[in-house]
């Protein structure tokens, strides 16, 4: 089967992960993604062998994050200082569908590889951008990362309990989010010049994905001018809450407020006697008197492991499911048989698992094909065959150092 991207090609001129990682979705869909990069240097992710205290480095060499958001793509060097540089490239967009980029836009002007630049060598191209901030404003020019769309967004007071300070969650929540809103803007942009004939820029930013992300969160503010409370274990709606189990495992349950779900609760949990007790038996009451049924729940729920209580849930049809740990989720046969985990043969890894792409099309195949590349691995192969440059120009291009 083919791919729904097949015959799309895709110049990427990004580091890191949020625009990397979209690319390498269109790659997923299969596009042709190449990454221009600069000669001995490359993206700085290559090189990204830990972050604080966690450790990222691959045997042999390599980092897990550049395997991530470098999937599916081939490399190519190119020093963009020199104007034969910037040809090579411009060369190169007169023969592709989509550019992405995320550097700041001051260097992106520096080296001549701007929306209105390449228009005119392609006026077909989608040119799509990412920043930290959005494209106006002024902290328009301002780089950043994952952390600061949790933090400028309201995410890092979304989460944790009430009492507690703001909290990040782990790495690349907002990048990767970030990374869907790119190719998911990239498709739409070029499903309208299928119908146009129109090329077009689009602009992405950490903080706009963010926002969008707390979609419900942000228009509750907005709207109804409170926050939305974090979640306070203790005292929250007891069907609408997670519990830990006799193993020390957890899981969460969450039943709508209204009343018909009690009694089937109540069996459910082998304490049908609770249907009518008068602290509980409507749902103001429940709400009202929450830490005391979560605190008899809890009693409860201890008394058994994780997946005989899964197992009654599911037999009553109840809302559930487990709290996984990441090192769980290889083994969530829901995840292994939806291939949202797949294996995948790596040259230098051998059989490894990572992430499969979470849609399933019946007449495409999507996932990822191939690995990060190595700096530079299709250097020559990209310029002879998609810019048309013979061998002793290319030999002559790496002689002077621009590829």
Same mark, same amino acid.
């Given at each position: 089967?083919?791919?729904?991207?097949?015959?799309?090609?895709?110049?990427?001129?990004?580091?890191?992960?949020?625009?990397? /990682?979209?690319?390498?979705?269109? /790659?997923?869909?299969?596009?042709?993604?190449?990454?221009?990069?600069?000669?001995?240097?490359? %993206?700085?992710?290559?090189?990204?062998?830990?972050?604080?205290?966690?450790?990222?480095?691959?045997? /042999?060499?390599?980092?897990?994050?550049?395997?991530?958001?470098?999937?599916?793509?081939?490399? !190519?060097?190119?020093?963009?200082?020199?104007?034969?540089?910037?040809?090579?490239?411009?060369?190169?967009?007169?023969?592709?569908?989509?550019?992405?980029?995320?550097?700041?836009?001051?260097?992106?002007?520096?080296?001549?590889?701007?929306?209105?630049?390449?228009?005119?060598?392609?006026?077909?191209? !989608?040119?799509?951008?990412?920043?930290? &901030?959005?494209?106006?404003?002024? %902290?328009?020019?301002?780089?950043? &990362?994952?952390?600061?769309?949790?933090?400028?967004?309201?995410?890092?007071?979304?989460?944790?309990?009430?009492?507690?300070?703001?909290?990040?969650?782990?790495?690349?929540?907002?990048?990767?989010?970030?990374?869907?809103?790119?190719? =998911?803007?990239? !498709?739409?942009?070029?499903?309208?010049?299928?119908?146009? /004939?129109?090329?077009?820029?689009? =602009?992405?930013?950490?903080?706009?994905?963010?926002?969008?992300?707390?979609?419900?969160?942000?228009?509750?503010?907005?709207?109804?001018?409170?926050?939305?409370?974090?979640?306070?274990?203790?005292?929250?709606?007891?069907?609408?809450?997670?519990?830990?189990?006799? %193993?020390?495992?957890?899981?969460?349950?969450?039943?709508?407020?209204? $009343?018909?779900?009690?009694?089937?609760?109540?069996?459910?949990?082998?304490?049908?006697?609770?249907?009518?007790?008068?602290? &509980? $038996?409507?749902?103001?009451?429940?709400?009202?008197?929450?830490?005391?049924?979560?605190?008899?729940?809890?009693?409860?729920?201890?008394?058994?492991?994780?997946?005989?209580?899964?197992?009654?849930?599911?037999?009553?049809?109840?809302? *559930?499911?487990?709290?996984?740990?990441?090192?769980?989720?290889?083994? $969530?046969?829901?995840?292994?048989?939806?291939?949202?985990?797949?294996?995948?043969? *790596?040259?230098?890894?051998?059989?490894?698992?990572?992430?499969?792409?979470?849609?399933?099309?019946?007449?495409?195949?999507?996932?990822?094909?191939?690995?990060?590349?190595e700096l530079g691995e299709h250097t020559e192969a990209v310029l002879a065959e998609i810019g048309g440059y013979s061998s002793a120009e290319i030999a002559a291009l790496r002689a002077e150092g621009v590829v």
């Open positions: 089967m083919e791919q729904p991207l097949e015959g799309i090609r895709v110049l990427e001129l990004g580091m890191f992960h949020a625009g990397p /990682g979209g690319s390498a979705i269109l /790659g997923d869909l299969g596009a042709e993604v190449i990454k221009m990069e600069s000669p001995g240097t490359g %993206d700085p992710v290559r090189s990204l062998k830990r972050v604080s205290y966690v450790l990222l480095e691959l045997k /042999g060499g390599g980092s897990i994050w550049h395997e991530a958001a470098n999937r599916n793509k081939k490399s !190519i060097t190119i020093d963009l200082k020199t104007a034969k540089g910037r040809e090579v490239v411009y060369r190169l967009v007169s023969k592709s569908d989509v550019f992405v980029t995320s550097l700041r836009a001051p260097a992106v002007e520096k080296m001549g590889m701007t929306y209105p630049e390449l228009a005119k060598i392609n006026p077909r191209l !989608i040119y799509a951008r990412v920043s930290s &901030f959005g494209q106006k404003g002024p %902290d328009r020019d301002i780089g950043g &990362f994952d952390y600061q769309g949790q933090g400028r967004s309201g995410m890092m007071y979304s989460v944790g309990e009430p009492q507690m300070t703001p909290l990040v969650s782990q790495f690349g929540i907002i990048d990767q989010t970030t990374s869907i809103m790119l190719s =998911h803007s990239v !498709i739409t942009a070029l499903f309208q010049r299928e119908r146009t /004939g129109i090329g077009q820029e689009i =602009h992405v930013s950490i903080l706009g994905t963010a926002l969008f992300m707390l979609y419900d969160n942000v228009i509750t503010a907005l709207v109804g001018g409170f926050e939305v409370p974090r979640h306070q274990r203790a005292t929250e709606y007891p069907l609408r809450n997670f519990y830990q189990c006799a %193993d020390d495992k957890w899981f969460i349950v969450t039943l709508p407020a209204v $009343d018909k779900y009690w009694p089937i609760f109540c069996r459910a949990i082998e304490h049908p006697e609770m249907e009518n007790d008068d602290r &509980f $038996d409507t749902f103001e009451k429940r709400l009202t008197n929450s830490a005391e049924l979560v605190t008899i729940l809890d009693r409860i729920f201890v008394t058994r492991p994780r997946e005989e209580w899964l197992k009654i849930l599911t037999e009553y049809d109840l809302p *559930h499911s487990p709290v996984n740990r990441l090192t769980e989720l290889k083994d $969530d046969r829901q995840i292994l048989e939806n291939d949202y985990i797949v294996d995948f043969d *790596h040259p230098r890894l051998g059989r490894i698992q990572i992430p499969g792409y979470p849609a399933q099309f019946s007449q495409s195949k999507v996932g990822t094909t191939r690995c990060a590349p």
